[in-house]
């Protein structure tokens, strides 16, 4: 079973800096697809980004609203994806999800709480 753990979150100030870390064990295979959601109090899950292994390359995607201060990667050797968030606002405030899209059910963390604060 593919297990998800996220890192990386805390407080910051406006303007700050976060990277995010979800490392997935579980699995021997390459998982293809990973990302992010958020969820903000009182308010729906949100999706963020995914990050897609192609034949040569990687694919990324964003919530237009993020594309400018967010950028998501991967390092397949570690099966972990990342979520580099500048220039922080306190809107960003949320916990936020990683996932993995699975041949069966997608799996999920735990989430990591972060919070944009002066």
């Known amino acids: 079973q593919v297990q998800l753990v996220e890192s990386g979150g805390g407080l910051v100030q406006p303007g700050g800096s976060l990277r995010l870390s979800c490392a997935a064990s579980?699995?021997?295979?390459?998982?293809?697809?990973m990302g992010w959601y958020r969820q903000a109090p009182g308010k729906q899950r949100e999706w963020v980004a995914t990050i897609t292994r192609g034949y040569s390359t990687t694919y990324a995607t964003y919530e237009d609203s993020l594309k400018d201060r967010f950028t998501i990667s991967r390092d397949d050797a570690k099966n972990t994806v990342y979520l580099q968030m500048n220039s922080l606002k306190p809107d960003d405030t949320a916990i936020y999800y990683c996932?993995?899209?699975?041949?069966?059910?997608?799996?999920w963390g735990q989430g990591t709480q972060v919070t944009v604060s002066s």
């Open positions: 996932f993995a899209n699975l041949p069966g059910p997608d799996a």
């Open positions: 579980g699995t021997d295979s390459r998982i293809l697809t």
